[in-house]
């Protein structure tokens, strides 16, 4: 009797029914695998601040306690003219980016006592400054934890994995491919870009800078510290009094629940990131002066203002919007915490259960 052979195989239908089950599947946990790698790198830049929360103590052990600061002490001395600085008291030290291999790259001084680049001028000075509070501009050491004076405490690299959050795409673009350099620092491109995270360049002065003062609207404060012979002294930290509700440290640009669009339409050149403080949602990873390390919302800051009046001073030269806050994404947004807070180092940019 003749067998006759039959070729298995699927029909159409099942075919289809097998598709169907997995792109069910694809779908039930594509989302789960990508929560799952945005923790992982939310993780890591919890991982960063711890490894800077342990190189600021270093820092003020070594430092009188003191925050990082690269303008001197006594500038208030002379009205914070850098010229008068540099002719009649002394020349600061130099603030280095570090050797890229053939020279090293700094932010320079020069004229008066400041003779070994005697042509460099004054035109750097803005950048000695915690945050240059003359314009809107906002640039300053706050900015700059890659600086040589603090690396010291880390790898001694300007361009150290440890200062860039993982999901920090702009600057990463540009500066992951140095992680590997042996060198300092690294002039290609001749574009500096700055660290993911920053400090509060409020706590970065004496806290009579910031000063709530009942006289001022809402009793917010402050008083430029070119008027106060001590007005750049750097505080300790011992002077914080609310170490878990005031931030230290914290991602600056919005890294967490960003909007699909990365940069800022509102800044010119098309390159610039969103900040932390542009958008209702956003939550920096931040570390607070106690130490800890935890997601920090806009959303939080705000409420924590409307239960205990300004605790972020309106009244500075950077504005009544305060720092960019006109180039934020939406109108409900509306906080410029760790970067004014009032009272400085001795204030608070949240609160806690009992407010």
Request: proline share 6%; with cysteine; glycine share 10%.
């Amino acid at each position: 009797m003749a067998h006759q052979n039959r070729k298995s195989g699927f029909t159409i239908v099942e075919l289809l029914v097998v598709v169907s089950i997995i792109a069910l599947l694809i779908a039930l946990l594509l989302p789960a695998v990508q929560k799952g790698r945005d923790k992982a790198l939310v993780t890591q830049s919890f991982a960063n601040l711890k490894n800077l929360a342990s190189a600021n103590e270093v820092y003020a052990a070594d430092w009188g306690d003191r925050q990082f600061t690269c303008i001197p002490d006594d500038f208030g001395t002379v009205n914070g003219n850098c010229g008068q600085y540099i002719t009649q008291i002394a020349c600061p030290p130099q603030l280095l980016l570090g050797y890229d291999g053939n020279g090293i790259w700094g932010y320079f001084l020069g004229g008066g006592k400041c003779t070994l680049v005697p042509d460099a001028g004054c035109g750097n000075i803005v950048v000695y400054f915690p945050m240059n509070l003359a314009s809107n501009d906002s640039y300053g050491t706050w900015r700059l934890p890659g600086l040589k004076a603090f690396n010291a405490y880390l790898n001694n690299k300007f361009y150290d994995p440890i200062l860039y959050a993982p999901k920090d795409r702009v600057p990463l673009e540009t500066v992951a491919k140095y992680f590997t350099s042996p060198s300092e620092f690294t002039s290609a491109g001749g574009v500096i870009e700055e660290s993911s995270y920053c400090w509060s360049p409020a706590a970065m002065y004496d806290a009579k800078v910031f000063k709530r003062n009942a006289a001022t609207l809402n009793g917010q404060g402050f008083t430029a510290p070119n008027t106060l012979p001590a007005g750049y002294r750097s505080p300790p930290v011992s002077r914080c009094k609310y170490t878990s509700l005031k931030t230290r440290m914290i991602e600056h640009n919005w890294l967490q629940k960003p909007p699909n669009q990365i940069t800022n339409p509102g800044f010119t050149g098309g390159t610039t990131p969103w900040f932390f403080n542009h958008g209702y949602t956003s939550e920096p990873v931040s570390l607070f002066f106690d130490g800890h390390i935890e997601l920090v919302g806009c959303l939080r800051a705000q409420q924590a203002e409307q239960r205990a009046g300004r605790l972020w001073s309106r009244n500075t030269p950077v504005g009544a919007t305060g720092y960019f806050g006109a180039q934020s994404y939406d109108f409900l947004v509306n906080t410029s915490f760790h970067v004014l807070t009032t009272d400085g180092i001795e204030g608070r940019d949240v609160l806690g259960i009992e407010g």
